[in-house]
Protein backbone atom coordinates (compact mmCIF):
# COMPACT_ATOMS: atom_id res chain seq x y z
CA UNK A 1 0.00 0.00 0.00
CA UNK A 2 1.46 3.10 -0.80
CA UNK A 3 2.41 5.57 1.95
CA UNK A 4 -0.46 8.02 1.11
CA UNK A 5 -3.42 5.31 0.68
CA UNK A 6 -1.32 3.69 4.28
CA UNK A 7 -2.59 7.12 5.65
CA UNK A 8 -5.82 7.65 4.41
CA UNK A 9 -6.43 4.21 5.29
CA UNK A 10 -5.33 4.77 9.19
CA UNK A 11 -7.31 7.82 9.80
CA UNK A 12 -10.44 5.91 8.43
CA UNK A 13 -10.02 3.08 10.71
CA UNK A 14 -9.05 5.75 13.61
CA UNK A 15 -12.02 7.44 13.04
CA UNK A 16 -13.75 3.84 12.68
CA UNK A 17 -12.60 2.33 16.08
CA UNK A 18 -13.22 4.88 17.72
CA UNK A 19 -16.91 5.76 16.75
CA UNK A 20 -17.71 2.05 16.66
CA UNK A 21 -16.49 1.94 20.12
CA UNK A 22 -18.91 4.46 21.45
CA UNK A 23 -22.06 2.96 19.58
CA UNK A 24 -21.10 -0.51 21.33
CA UNK A 25 -20.44 0.85 25.00
CA UNK A 26 -23.75 2.77 24.20
CA UNK A 27 -25.88 0.14 23.36
CA UNK A 28 -23.73 -2.04 26.45
CA UNK A 29 -24.90 0.01 28.99
CA UNK A 30 -28.66 -0.38 27.91
CA UNK A 31 -30.40 -3.37 29.73
CA UNK A 32 -31.87 -6.06 27.53
CA UNK A 33 -35.12 -4.05 28.59
CA UNK A 34 -33.87 -0.58 27.69
CA UNK A 35 -32.03 -1.82 24.44
CA UNK A 36 -35.26 -3.91 22.97
CA UNK A 37 -37.84 -1.03 24.08
CA UNK A 38 -38.92 1.99 21.47
CA UNK A 39 -38.88 5.59 23.22
CA UNK A 40 -41.41 6.33 20.96
CA UNK A 41 -44.24 4.31 19.04
CA UNK A 42 -42.81 3.68 15.30
CA UNK A 43 -39.31 4.53 16.48
CA UNK A 44 -36.45 2.05 16.16
CA UNK A 45 -34.96 0.12 19.26
CA UNK A 46 -31.26 0.75 20.55
CA UNK A 47 -31.09 -2.55 19.30
CA UNK A 48 -32.34 -2.49 15.81
CA UNK A 49 -30.36 0.75 15.72
CA UNK A 50 -27.36 -1.05 16.44
CA UNK A 51 -28.57 -3.97 13.88
CA UNK A 52 -28.89 -1.79 11.34
CA UNK A 53 -25.49 0.00 11.57
CA UNK A 54 -23.83 -3.36 11.65
CA UNK A 55 -25.69 -4.05 8.03
CA UNK A 56 -24.76 -0.66 6.98
CA UNK A 57 -20.86 -1.41 7.32
CA UNK A 58 -20.95 -5.17 6.30
CA UNK A 59 -22.94 -3.64 3.18
CA UNK A 60 -20.08 -1.19 2.56
CA UNK A 61 -17.16 -3.41 3.37
CA UNK A 62 -18.37 -5.72 1.06
CA UNK A 63 -18.60 -3.26 -1.65
CA UNK A 64 -14.75 -2.15 -0.29
CA UNK A 65 -13.45 -5.87 -0.29
CA UNK A 66 -14.51 -6.67 -3.45
CA UNK A 67 -16.99 -9.47 -1.83
CA UNK A 68 -20.22 -7.69 -2.95
CA UNK A 69 -20.33 -6.17 -6.58
CA UNK A 70 -21.13 -2.53 -6.65
CA UNK A 71 -17.66 -1.32 -6.85
CA UNK A 72 -16.41 0.60 -10.37
CA UNK A 73 -12.89 1.87 -11.61
CA UNK A 74 -13.32 5.76 -11.42
CA UNK A 75 -14.62 7.80 -14.05
CA UNK A 76 -11.83 9.30 -15.77
CA UNK A 77 -12.87 12.70 -15.18
CA UNK A 78 -13.46 11.68 -11.60
CA UNK A 79 -12.01 14.22 -8.80
CA UNK A 80 -13.00 13.31 -5.04
CA UNK A 81 -14.80 15.82 -3.46
CA UNK A 82 -13.65 16.66 0.41
CA UNK A 83 -15.78 15.15 2.74
CA UNK A 84 -16.81 17.47 4.10
CA UNK A 85 -18.87 18.44 1.23
CA UNK A 86 -20.42 15.38 0.92
CA UNK A 87 -21.06 15.32 4.62
CA UNK A 88 -23.14 18.62 4.57
CA UNK A 89 -25.79 16.96 2.60
CA UNK A 90 -25.89 14.24 5.30
CA UNK A 91 -27.56 16.66 7.50
CA UNK A 92 -31.06 15.78 6.59
CA UNK A 93 -32.85 13.00 7.91
CA UNK A 94 -33.08 9.66 5.49
CA UNK A 95 -35.07 7.03 5.63
CA UNK A 96 -33.02 3.65 5.42
CA UNK A 97 -33.69 1.37 2.40
CA UNK A 98 -36.34 -1.57 3.88
CA UNK A 99 -33.42 -4.12 3.65
CA UNK A 100 -31.00 -2.23 5.77
CA UNK A 101 -34.09 -2.23 8.26
CA UNK A 102 -33.73 -4.35 10.84
CA UNK A 103 -36.14 -7.28 11.86
CA UNK A 104 -38.43 -5.83 15.09
CA UNK A 105 -37.61 -8.83 17.11
CA UNK A 106 -33.97 -7.39 17.44
CA UNK A 107 -32.25 -8.39 20.56
CA UNK A 108 -29.13 -6.74 22.33
CA UNK A 109 -27.13 -9.79 22.19
CA UNK A 110 -28.30 -10.24 18.46
CA UNK A 111 -27.40 -6.54 17.67
CA UNK A 112 -23.88 -6.56 19.59
CA UNK A 113 -22.90 -10.07 17.87
CA UNK A 114 -23.70 -8.28 14.00
CA UNK A 115 -22.15 -4.89 15.19
CA UNK A 116 -18.98 -7.24 16.17
CA UNK A 117 -18.57 -8.91 13.15
CA UNK A 118 -19.31 -6.16 11.09
CA UNK A 119 -16.48 -3.96 12.74
CA UNK A 120 -14.20 -7.60 11.55
CA UNK A 121 -15.13 -7.09 8.23
CA UNK A 122 -14.89 -3.61 8.05
CA UNK A 123 -11.17 -3.58 9.22
CA UNK A 124 -10.06 -6.08 7.05
CA UNK A 125 -11.78 -4.56 4.30
CA UNK A 126 -9.63 -1.20 4.31
CA UNK A 127 -6.50 -3.06 6.01
CA UNK A 128 -6.83 -5.40 2.76
CA UNK A 129 -7.30 -1.69 0.47
CA UNK A 130 -4.61 -2.37 -2.71
CA UNK A 131 -3.85 1.04 -4.76
CA UNK A 132 -5.52 -0.50 -7.43
CA UNK A 133 -8.92 -1.47 -5.65
CA UNK A 134 -8.37 1.98 -4.37
CA UNK A 135 -8.94 3.70 -7.58
CA UNK A 136 -12.40 2.16 -7.82
CA UNK A 137 -15.62 3.87 -6.72
CA UNK A 138 -19.51 3.59 -5.68
CA UNK A 139 -22.46 5.65 -6.67
CA UNK A 140 -25.19 6.71 -4.47
CA UNK A 141 -27.75 9.43 -4.60
CA UNK A 142 -27.24 10.48 -0.90
CA UNK A 143 -23.71 10.76 -1.39
CA UNK A 144 -23.36 10.69 -5.14
CA UNK A 145 -19.79 8.81 -6.21
CA UNK A 146 -17.64 8.35 -4.22
CA UNK A 147 -14.03 6.32 -3.34
CA UNK A 148 -13.69 3.33 -1.38
CA UNK A 149 -11.69 5.25 1.06
CA UNK A 150 -14.38 7.91 1.45
CA UNK A 151 -16.83 4.99 1.49
CA UNK A 152 -15.13 4.56 5.44
CA UNK A 153 -15.76 7.86 5.75
CA UNK A 154 -19.58 7.48 5.27
CA UNK A 155 -19.44 4.35 7.41
CA UNK A 156 -17.70 6.65 10.37
CA UNK A 157 -20.32 9.46 9.43
CA UNK A 158 -23.49 6.95 9.56
CA UNK A 159 -22.41 5.22 13.19
CA UNK A 160 -21.72 8.88 14.68
CA UNK A 161 -24.89 9.84 13.82
CA UNK A 162 -26.65 6.06 14.50
CA UNK A 163 -24.86 6.70 18.05
CA UNK A 164 -26.44 10.37 18.33
CA UNK A 165 -29.64 8.37 17.56
CA UNK A 166 -29.45 5.85 20.24
CA UNK A 167 -28.60 8.20 23.03
CA UNK A 168 -31.95 10.13 22.34
CA UNK A 169 -33.42 6.61 22.78
CA UNK A 170 -31.51 5.91 25.79
CA UNK A 171 -31.76 9.18 27.14
CA UNK A 172 -27.95 9.10 28.01
Not at 93 to 100: G, I, R, S, T, V
Not at 160 to 172: D, F, P, S, T, V
Given at each position: MADALASRVEC?????RGAHARLVARLESASEIEAETAHMVGAW?????????????????????????????????????????IQASLLS????????HPPVSTTRAASLAAL???????????TGLSEPRSAFTISHPRVG????????????AHT?????????????
Open positions: VLAAFTPAQIGAHVATFDTLLAGLVSGERPGARPAPPDFVERPWTDPAEAPQALGEAAGATVQAFTISLVQAGDWIVIRHNAQMKRALGR
